[in-house]
């Protein structure tokens, strides 16, 4: 039997919840906990169980998917439609090589249409410009992985809003992920920061 505990806190009151999760066979065992506080005597606003088995409501997307050369680099390519949505999108990649590549979503009959790229330089630097054609905005993104650990930095141009994100991966010690954003747009600035811890467990 498999658990997985999760917590995720914020100095923003509406996005701090806890997870707790277990596979008992094909059934699985959720609660979900919002504002938890115990000063001043326990509080457990926002307690919710749920009880999931796998199949008993199943629902297969359709969705395609083929690869493709294009001046002999790979050119993969998806089309398909979400759960409970009837507008059809259409996604597509082309390898350069292992370090380069272009992405391109376009969601049929709308100007929603995003291109990116991305560069991987010296196996632990990644950049990721996007261009969004329907807002006419980019978007930037920086990573670079050092160990066990991965510092993000986005920038949003159409919002203006910055933000920072540390994940630590670890075999034995679970998942730690910390994230702090701001809104550059706004007089107060003042950042939000997220802090989400996952743990694995077996029983």
């Not at 998917?65 to 409970?84: D, H, I, V």
């Not at 650990?149 to 910055?162: C, D, E, G, I, P």
Request: net charge positive; charged share 25%.
């Amino acid at each position: 039997m498999n658990a997985s505990l999760r917590g995720r806190h914020s100095n923003c009151k509406s996005t701090a919840a806890d997870y707790a999760a277990v596979n008992a066979g094909d059934v699985k065992l959720r609660a979900s906990m919002t504002d938890a506080r115990i000063v001043n005597g326990p509080s457990l606003n926002g307690l919710t169980f749920a009880i999931k088995k796998p199949g008993f409501y199943r629902y297969i997307p359709q969705k395609l998917m083929n690869t493709f050369r294009f001046a002999k680099n790979p050119l993969k390519l998806s089309y398909g439609r979400k759960r409970g949505d009837k507008r059809t999108v259409v996604d597509g990649t082309l390898v350069f090589d292992s370090g380069s590549q272009v992405s391109a979503s376009y969601m049929v009959g709308t100007r929603n249409c995003k291109l990116k790229y991305s560069y991987l330089h010296g196996g632990v630097t990644t950049l990721e410009p996007c261009y969004d054609l329907g807002k006419n905005v980019w978007d930037f993104a920086i990573s670079r992985r050092l160990y066990d650990n991965v510092f993000k930095a986005t920038y949003q141009t159409w919002s203006k809003n910055l933000a920072l994100e540390w994940l630590r991966n670890h075999v034995f010690n679970g998942t730690f992920k910390m994230s702090a954003s701001v809104n550059l747009a706004e007089e107060s600035k003042d950042p939000k920061f997220i802090a989400e811890t996952t743990w694995e467990l077996e029983m």
